[in-house]
């Protein structure tokens, strides 16, 4: 017998908006982990902030990022991140 694995519901809370969701990522993860391992559904390619697949728009929330490269400064100012290279320092609310 293998238990079910639970959603974990502790950690950081993600809230998305469109469609409505929230799900939970431990302290430490990029927002592309999260994501994923939460089967939200996210395009990512190269993971490491150069192709821009995983852009994902922030509503709210304190992070940090290491990568815009591919972003530009109008977009970086209405919230978006590479989900790759987003790290998240609190809840976050995603569009």
């Not at 927002?31 to 994923?36: D, G, H, M, W």
């Not at 150069?50 to 994902?56: A, D, I, L, R, Y």
């Not at 304190?62 to 530009?72: A, C, F, G, K």
Request: charged content about 15%.
């Amino acid at each position: 017998f293998t238990p079910v694995a639970e959603a974990a519901t502790s950690g950081l809370k993600f809230t998305k908006l469109q469609p409505a969701r929230e799900f939970y990522a431990p302290v430490g993860t990029t927002l592309l982990e999260a994501l994923e391992s939460n089967k939200v559904p996210v395009v990512a390619a190269c993971r490491a902030g150069v192709c821009g697949c995983c852009k994902t728009k922030v509503v709210s929330g304190e992070y940090t990022v290491s990568s815009t490269m591919t972003l530009t400064d109008a977009e970086i100012a209405e919230g978006y991140v590479l989900a790759c290279s987003c790290h998240p320092q609190g809840d976050l609310v995603l569009a």
